[in-house]
């Protein structure tokens, strides 16, 4: 059985080009078999990006799972000055993703695998709609991998529905010391901000 978190779909290309309108910026990309959301625009990402405060405007930026890319050319085209890591598991997201900025003649994102991202890089905003049917080890231990990375000032969004888990998700990040707070939720699918409890009181943004 195949699955969109593959390293290489054997499934054949099938690209469909999505257009979407999101925080305000029309733009296309491509999408393709075997890569998460072929043929549209996932529901929670289409959250993240309308919903979540804005990113860090320089700096590196981080999307964990890029798929093809929504996320990830999102945050290139809204933060100009800043470096943008796409990173997934899947050969063929990170191609999506190549074609999807070049297309776009957007020159700051580089994607990469996990374990190609420098490992002395932190990051200033981290986004993701995450991999969830990794199963809950795999998700903990792709979160456990990035978000020490955030840096003290900075924050992580992530969309989880419901369904999917999001309540157990914050749960678990609180009890690893995450300053966790839910920034709304439509439709099941829930936006949670991370924050580092090392975070000083002129950064927070909590009630
Ligand atoms: C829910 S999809 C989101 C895709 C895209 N960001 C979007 O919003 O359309 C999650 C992505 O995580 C990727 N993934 C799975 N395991 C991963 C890992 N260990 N590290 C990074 N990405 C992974 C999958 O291949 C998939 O593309």
């Not at 072929?38 to 990006?49: Q, S």
């Not at 999807?100 to 700051?108: F, I, S």
């Not at 900075?154 to 609180?174: F, I, P, R």
């Not at 949670?192 to 943004?205: F, H, K, N, T």
Request: glycine share 8%; charged share 30%; hydrophobic share 40%.
């Amino acid at each position: 059985m195949s699955h969109y978190f593959d390293h290489d779909p054997k499934v054949d290309s099938d690209r469909k080009t999505v257009s979407v309108i999101v925080a305000g910026d029309a733009f296309e990309f491509v999408t393709d078999a075997g890569v998460f959301s072929h043929g549209r625009l996932d529901a929670g990402t289409k959250i993240l990006l309308n919903d979540a405060p804005p990113p860090a405007t320089e700096g590196n930026l981080l999307d964990i799972g890029c798929g093809a890319g929504p996320i990830s050319l999102s945050l290139a085209r809204r933060s100009p000055r800043a470096r943008v890591w796409a990173v997934d598991v899947n050969e063929r997201a990170l191609s999506l993703v190549r074609d999807n900025a070049k297309h776009l003649g957007l020159e700051n994102i580089t994607a990469a695998r996990p374990e190609d991202v420098p490992a002395d890089i932190e990051f200033d905003t981290i986004w993701s709609n995450p991999p969830i049917k990794v199963g809950k080890d795999e998700l903990h231990s792709i979160l456990d991998l990035w978000l020490p990375r955030l840096r003290d000032q900075g924050t992580a969004v992530l969309v989880v529905n419901k369904n999917l888990g999001s309540d157990s998700l914050a749960a678990w990040l609180e009890r690893k010391g995450w300053n966790v707070r839910r920034l709304g939720s439509r439709r099941g699918d829930r936006l949670l901000e991370v924050s580092s409890s090392r975070r000083s009181e002129s950064g927070r943004i909590d009630d």
